[in-house]
């Protein structure tokens, strides 16, 4: 079975600085996606960056980016020039296949992150 | 286009009654989901559907039940309220496309089962 594991329950940085999200997953699956969102006190579920396994490059959404290792099983999130609006639940989530084109999403535990003025 | 909708908001229930949680979306998206969020916890998959009339088991479905009668709606009901059904309960939605269809999320119902 998948899993998806970040080991930081909460990280805090002061505004502007950059700040690394850690994911780590376990599958035996070739193809498949990986995924970042955002969850703010609003509740609501914000898909930040995706990464599709077959490509080497990692992927980059303006001051986000991702450290995509896939022998290693990692898939860190790295903020950049980080805002007070990053305040947030942030979750990885690894996507397969369930049938006839669904797709489950695997979430790991989520890591706190608090942006300081 | 108004996206995802759920309704209602907050809910309390007493143990043993029960609900329906209603999820809509006008995106016509064939692909509808349930997951729920236990505090401190990531998501997790209660039902899925793939169409008007088919729907499946996800990883936590027990004490749920699903019906698809229309590609716009996908409620979710529970029959017996339980205290570990205590949760956020998110609907979401997507075309077909293995990844590169993100999921589109309500902004879910906090239930309370007392």
């Known amino acids: 079975a998948q899993t998806v594991t970040q080991s930081q329950p909460e990280m805090s940085v002061q505004e502007a600085e950059t700040v690394t999200l850690s994911c780590t997953y376990d599958?035996?699956?070739?193809?498949?996606?990986l995924f970042w969102y955002k969850q703010p006190p609003s509740r609501q579920m914000i898909l930040v960056i995706r990464?599709?396994?077959?490509?080497?490059q990692n992927a980059t959404e303006n001051r986000f980016s991702v450290n995509f290792q896939k022998a290693a099983k990692s898939f860190s999130l790295k903020i950049s020039d980080s805002q007070l609006g990053d305040t947030a639940m942030y979750f990885c989530?690894?996507?397969?296949?369930?049938?006839?084109?669904?797709?489950?999403?695997?979430f790991g535990q989520g890591t706190r992150l608090t942006i300081n003025p | 286009n108004a996206g995802v909708t759920q309704t209602p908001k907050f809910r309390i229930l007493k143990i043993g009654q029960s609900m329906t949680l209603q999820c809509t979306q006008d995106m016509n998206h064939n692909y509808m989901y349930w997951y729920r969020q236990d505090p401190g916890m990531g998501l997790k998959l209660i039902y899925y559907?793939?169409?008007?009339?088919?729907?499946d088991k996800g990883e936590v479905p027990n004490g749920y039940n699903v019906s698809r009668s229309t590609t716009e709606d996908f409620p979710l009901r529970l029959e017996l309220a339980a205290p570990s059904q205590t949760s956020v309960y998110f609907c979401a939605s997507s075309t077909p496309g293995f990844g590169n269809s993100p999921l589109h999320f309500g902004n879910g119902t906090r239930l309370t089962v007392t």
């Open positions: 559907s793939v169409g008007a009339g088919i729907t």
């Open positions: 989530a690894f996507m397969k296949h369930v049938t006839q084109g669904a797709q489950k999403l695997v």
């Open positions: 990464q599709e396994a077959y490509k080497q």
């Open positions: 599958t035996s699956e070739s193809n498949y996606y």
